[in-house]
Each structure stands twice: as C-alpha cells, then as structure tokens.
C-alpha cells in the first residue's frame, strides 16, 4: 500500500490544480479509539484538525497544513504536508499520501494522521465572506499602536469553514507549537462571536464566549475585543486565498 501511495503521489506532483473548489472545503468530524471529537476545517488548499473532548474539557492534539488532491485513472489522492504536529514536530515539513473516497458527505482517509471515516457537519456557503485561512498581519501594542507582523516561518493562523473556526500559532522552521484553539462562530450586525470548544493553553476556557467588533474591508479582517484572559485585543488578519 505505502509503495501505491508513493507512486500516486510522484504522479500527482505532477498534475496541475483543478480549476473547480476543493470538494473538501468546509468542517469534517470524526471520533478517535478514545471517543475524543475530531474536528477537521478544510479550505481550498490549507486545513487544520484537533482532537479534543468538550464534556471533559480536555484538549488532546492538533496540526495542520497544506493539501491536495488529485484524481488520478480512478484513484482519489490527497498529499498532506505537515506545517505543525503536536504529537511529534519531526514528521513538521514532510507529506503524507491518502487515498481517500467521498461520497454524499462522507469522507474516509487511509493513510497518516488524518485517517478514518469523516462525516461532513459544515460548508463554506454558509459565510463565503469569512470561510477562508486568514494570517494575522498587525497588532496593537502596549502604546496603542498598530504594530506590523511580518510574514515568515513563524505564522497565527485561523481557518474558517461557514460556522467553525480554529487558530494556530507554530514556527515552520524551528518545528515549534505555540497554541492553538477552535470552536464555533457567528458574525451579525458587525459583529464577530466565538464560542470555544478546545484551547490548548487553558482547557477551562471550554464552553467559554468571545465577542469582537468586526470589520471587513478587501482582504483585511480587523477585529477588537477582549481575549480569554481579558487583555485587549485589537488585530488585523489577512485573507491567503
């Protein structure tokens, strides 16, 4: 099996990208041997995942990065590269290979982290604004202002489906994890809701609610509020795709 997958994956380097959407965009879930949920937001190129119990409130593990997929005399393959794990930082910036099926909402992986029966709880038309991967890109600092963040092996990102959410802070290069948090979201009337279902840096901050004013203007995402803790918040994120 592992020789096949190589071999579909060599051919698939090889393949431009479809011109169509991702038929994986939007949020999957599935369950570990555990019965731990499992949350996976796909975009059209990027995703994220967490493993996590919300009746526990204990978050278990995470990761993320870029995908794709090919179609291939038959064979449906997704290569997923890993740009943070929490289980293990050494498998950061190398690729697995799945063969996958999907049908009627209904997702199952072979290969890696991301294997198992997937059933699919969310889509991307439900907020076509915000269903992106977003980067933050400036910051406000102690003296009140605005403070560019710039692009480089150290990344905030969040991923968006149409109402689930997850963020992570990791370091491609060093292989480093830095936090990571996700639940769902609503936006209505300028603003910007979360209600968090796992957080790695606090697991009481589960069922917990975050509000933020919400402004929208091309591909910037600037939002205000108060953080978990309390502290301001004022930041600007940028939209990937």
């Known amino acids: 099996m592992k020789t ?33 949920t499992v949350t996976m937001i ?24 870029t995908y794709q997929f090919a179609d291939l005399g038959g064979k449906n393959v997704l290569s997923f590269k890993r740009e943070f794990n929490t289980e293990d930082s050494t498998v950061v910036g190398l690729t697995v290979a799945n063969l996958y099926t999907l049908n009627n909402g209904e997702l199952k992986l072979t290969e890696g982290p991301l294997a198992g029966n997937w059933k699919k709880i969310d ?34 990102l969040k991923i968006l489906s149409g109402n689930r ?5 990791f370091n491609t290069d060093t292989r480093q994890f830095f936090g990571t948090g996700g639940g ?6 300028g603003k ?11 697991n009481k901050r ?5 509000t933020f004013d919400c402004v929208l203007n091309g ?16 930041e600007i994120w940028e939209k990937q795709e």
Not at 192 to 202: A, G, H, N, V
């Open 184 to 189: 769902t979201y609503s936006v209505k009337d």
């Open 192 to 202: 910007y809701t979360e209600t968090i279902e796992f957080f790695s840096r606090d």
């Open 4 to 36: 096949i997958l190589a071999f579909l994956l060599s051919i698939s380097l090889f393949v431009s990208e479809a011109s169509v959407s991702s038929p994986l965009n939007g949020a999957w879930q599935s369950k570990d041997a555990a019965g731990n």
């Open 123 to 156: 889509d991307s038309k439900a907020s076509k604004t915000m269903a992106n991967v977003w980067q933050i890109r400036a910051r406000e600092g102690a003296d009140f202002k605005m403070q560019a963040i710039l692009k480089g092996s150290r990344k905030t």
């Open 42 to 65: 796909c975009s059209e190129n990027y995703l994220m995942y967490a493993v996590y119990n919300v009746a526990q409130q204990k978050y278990v593990r995470s990761g993320g990065g």
């Open 165 to 169: 959410f997850q963020w992570a802070a």
């Open 206 to 210: 589960t069922g917990s609610s975050l």
């Open 219 to 234: 591909k910037d995402w600037t939002h205000a509020g108060q953080s978990t803790t309390g502290t301001r918040v004022h």
